[in-house]
């Protein structure tokens, strides 16, 4: 029951030629491609851009956020 056999294959082809036309079937295919590669492409961003956040060190940017702090002090300090 799960899988398809040739004939169901081929009437699902027929229906598909009869309710788009050769004409608009490639069209659709490549829209259809196109849209996976987007969504492949922005899927491997999104990776990359988590790896590359897991990978940056947690402590610099405390160290980073003192130094400022330490600044904004001795400024007002100053004035």
């Given amino acids: 029951m799960g899988s398809f056999g040739g004939v169901e294959i081929l009437v699902i082809v027929l229906v598909v030629l009869l309710l788009f036309g050769a004409k ?4 659709l295919a490549r829209g259809l491609g ?4 987007e969504f492949r492409k922005a899927s491997t961003d999104i990776r990359k851009e988590l790896e590359k956040g897991s990978e ?3 402590e610099p940017r405390r160290e980073e956020k003192k130094r400022e702090e330490q600044k904004v002090k001795k400024e007002e300090e100053q004035d």
């Fill in 24 to 27: 608009k079937i490639p069209e």
């Fill in 34 to 37: 196109q849209g996976i590669t």
């Fill in 56 to 58: 940056e060190p947690v």
